[in-house]
């Protein structure tokens, strides 16, 4: 029989009544236990769910990967790049890459009889993933995305059917303005989306592949550029590394060079500010498991100095000091875990409630979200209970030394 453990879960269920002092501090200490495990699943769940759902909503709009000609990714301007079926094939042999697909940029103006809107009109083709269009998606259909065939359909954004007065099923003209003249184009709103992202938001709407090399007076072969989508997002770099080797600096047969450009690099200035929120998780574990250690050591110091007549009675038994120090321990563990079971109740429960509910909401235009994210990361919630567990009994380690100065004699008369 473990000698410690039994002392310790006899304590642990003493109700006495004459011990008022330690259960106070018992219920304060598994209070702090509690409330700081709660604090600290909700707030990696938020921080996750935050950072992933900004990161795929960008990534949504840009892929992992973008291919194009130098000045296009690298200036802004729009230079077409050859990118035929033997480009793609070669995109689709490189180890980690899952889909690919081509695209073609035009900027045009959205025009009604009240107003007008400069755009982009991204072209796209049956080859194009839409879930993310589908997720993101108010109101009507998404277009017929076509490569061979123009259907002349969009799909605009919330902002822009906003400012222009727009429903899915109007029609609107389209102006592009060429090397020598004005080209017109009248398209059918099929579909209204919404992303919260306002850099997308008010510059970008979505058409079909031929559409868009047609107005660029683009060659059946050639686009803008090729969207490539990786298996796993925290292999990039060496995906990226891999076409850098095999494409970049190459040329095509119109003498543009061929270079890529990862999402993270594309967007730095949002990656890096959702990397700082890392900090922020950091910060607040540190403080939480700070406050639930303070009250731990306090419950135990109080606990020990009121039980010095039970540890004196034990060191006159023949007990040793490891020995006594090992019940207090145990006696913490007890602490600790029912501390933890109901922070795990509460910060789950709150997790869950945002998840089902949405019942805290953000300001779109400052979060790019309408509701807090979260996600629910069990090995995640896993790991910071066993990290909480060893840390909060590590720091009482060197408290439970006070019984090595507790003497039999001194403390069988202590009340």
Request: hydrophobic share 45%; charged share 20%.
């Amino acid at each position: 029989m473990n000698f410690p453990l039994f002392i310790a879960r006899r304590i642990y269920n003493n109700q006495d009544a004459k011990h008022k002092v330690s259960r106070p501090a018992i219920l304060i200490a598994i209070l702090g236990v509690a409330i700081g495990l709660a604090v600290m699943i909700v707030s990696v769940c938020v921080i996750l769910g935050f950072k992933h759902t900004i990161r795929d909503k960008v990534i949504g709009f840009g892929s992992h990967i973008t291919v194009g000609e130098y000045s296009t990714v690298f200036g802004g301007d729009q230079h077409p790049i050859v990118i035929n079926d033997s480009l793609l094939n070669v995109f689709r042999g490189i180890k980690g890459v899952e889909h690919v697909q081509r695209f073609t940029m035009a900027q045009g103006i959205l025009k009604t009889d009240s107003d007008f809107m400069g755009v982009m009109f991204k072209g796209i083709g049956e080859d194009y993933d839409t879930t993310f269009l589908h997720k993101c998606l108010l109101e009507g259909v998404l277009p017929q995305f076509r490569s061979n065939e123009s259907k002349q359909q969009i799909l605009v954004s919330k902002t822009m059917a906003d400012k222009l007065n727009l429903h899915a099923g109007d029609r609107i003209f389209a102006y592009f303005l060429g090397d020598k003249d004005i080209r017109t184009r009248r398209f059918t709103i099929t579909g209204i989306y919404q992303s919260n992202l306002k850099k997308f938001d008010e510059t970008l709407c979505f058409t079909d592949f031929h559409t868009a090399q047609k107005l660029n007076g683009y060659e059946s072969d050639m686009a803008t550029g090729a969207e490539i989508m990786v298996k796993d997002f925290s292999e990039l770099e060496l995906v990226d590394n891999e076409f850098i080797d095999k494409v970049n600096r190459k040329q095509d047969r119109q003498g543009n060079t061929y270079t890529s450009l990862t999402i993270k690099e594309n967007y730095s200035q949002i990656f890096s500010w959702l990397d700082l929120l890392d900090l922020n998780v950091w910060i607040i574990m540190v403080l939480m498991i700070s406050v639930a250690g303070f009250t731990m050591i306090s419950g135990l110091l109080i606990i020990i100095l009121e039980r010095a007549n039970m540890i004196g009675v034990l060191k006159a038994l023949g007990a040793r000091n490891k020995t006594i120090r090992h019940t207090f321990l145990w006696f913490a563990v007890f602490i600790i875990g029912q501390g933890m079971l109901w922070g795990n109740i509460l910060g789950i429960g709150i997790v869950l409630l945002q998840k089902f509910t949405g019942i805290v909401k953000l300001d779109p235009a400052t979060y790019y979200v309408a509701t807090a994210p979260v996600e629910l990361n069990i090995p995640l919630i896993i790991l910071i209970n066993v990290c909480t567990l060893i840390i909060s009994v590590f720091v009482l380690i060197a408290p439970s030394y006070l019984i090595s100065r507790i003497h039999p004699a001194k403390s069988m008369r202590y009340e």
